[in-house]
């Protein structure tokens, strides 16, 4: 199973920008979707986006207009630009894998706090 890092997270400001990064040991170009997801405390996981392996995506409507994903399949990597940044996107954010047959995979996570 491939394994996955992400990084980028951090403290930023009310309106600021974040780019989150997400490197898998192996090759992506077989993943069918490459997703962001994220968790606050005390809430349940939740989809931010996915891009196909078709460069379909799909963003919730939360994010919507302020994040983008994107997917470097030579890089093994997948990204999420997210900008005009609000404190209720403070969250862990963690990057996932769906294969095409077998379990998807999981990051760690990257703390993302969005506070003045």
């Known amino acids: 199973q491939v394994q996955l890092v992400e990084s980028g997270g951090g403290l930023v400001q009310p309106g600021g920008s974040l780019r989150l990064s997400c490197v898998a040991s192996?090759?992506?170009?077989?993943?069918?979707?490459m997703s962001w997801y994220r968790q606050a405390p005390g809430e349940q996981r939740e989809l931010v986006a996915h891009i196909l392996n078709s460069g379909s995506t799909y963003y919730a409507d939360s994010v919507k207009g302020r994040f983008t994903i994107s997917r470097d399949n030579a890089k093994n990597s997948v990204y999420l630009q997210m900008n005009s940044l609000k404190p209720e996107d403070t969250a862990v954010y963690y990057c996932?894998?769906?294969?095409?047959?077998?379990?998807?995979?999981w990051g760690q996570g990257t703390q993302v706090i969005v506070s003045s």
């Open positions: 192996g090759s992506i170009v077989d993943m069918i979707a």
């Open positions: 996932s894998a769906v294969p095409l047959l077998g379990s998807s995979a």
